[in-house]
């Protein structure tokens, strides 16, 4: 379908609580996970959410397609870590943390491009919501998989990964902080 242009930290559409999908596997909702797939896959993103590209609806995608048979595995070269998170659409989610650990790790955002920061994320995470078609998700997962959810679900509630970065001495530029890496701009 299309890669649209992705909001920028600033603008107040990012800002804003997300409404929830009433009617699933319908022509609007396939439309816009096709348009968010393209735009994730242009930018190596490891997730997005629809209020990134100003649809305020509570839907994120995250995580990488298995390769095709016979292909080369398209790893992300933004997020090595990536391919330890299937491909899934998630709407209408609800998270629960699952005990108190915390955990910092570094994040960056297609709405903040060129930046990188440390963020304190739950390690352990519960978390429920329905696919395009209105089947349940219902996932118990850790580590980066925890992460990018928490980063993506944060989005349907207006919240930007720099407002959850603790000490923002630990927020800055991708390739300040990154010099001897072959990181992107975004
Ligand atoms: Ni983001």
């Known amino acids: 379908m299309a ?3 992705v909001l ?27 348009d968010l797939e393209d735009t994730m896959l242009h930018m190596n993103g490891a997730g997005i959410a629809a209020p990134q590209i100003g649809v305020n609806l509570r839907v994120v995608i995250f995580g990488q397609k298995p ?3 016979g292909g080369m595995p398209t790893a ?15 709407i209408n989610p609800s998270l629960t943390p699952m005990g108190t650990a915390v955990e910092d790790g570094w994040e ?16 352990h995470l519960h978390y429920r919501g329905f696919d395009q078609y209105g089947l ?3 996932r118990q997962v850790s580590g980066f998989h925890a992460r990018v959810v928490q980063h993506e679900c944060d989005h349907l509630d207006g919240i930007l990964y720099p407002m959850r ?5 630990d927020f800055g530029y991708t390739d300040v902080f990154f010099p ?3 990181v992107q701009d975004d």
Do not use: E
């Open 136 to 138: 349940a998700i219902d």
């Open 76 to 90: 992300n070269p933004r997020y090595p870590d990536a391919d330890s998170v299937p491909y899934t659409v998630l």
């Open 67 to 69: 390769a095709p048979a």
């Open 8 to 34: 920028r930290m600033g603008d107040p559409r990012l800002l804003s609580v997300s409404a929830p999908v009433q009617q699933f596997d319908s022509p609007v909702l396939h439309a816009l996970l096709q």
């Open 108 to 123: 960056g955002c297609l709405s903040v491009p060129g930046m990188r920061g440390i963020v304190p994320r739950y390690t």
């Open 165 to 169: 970065i603790r000490d923002l001495k």
């Open 180 to 182: 001897n890496q072959d």
């Open 3 to 5: 890669v649209r242009t």
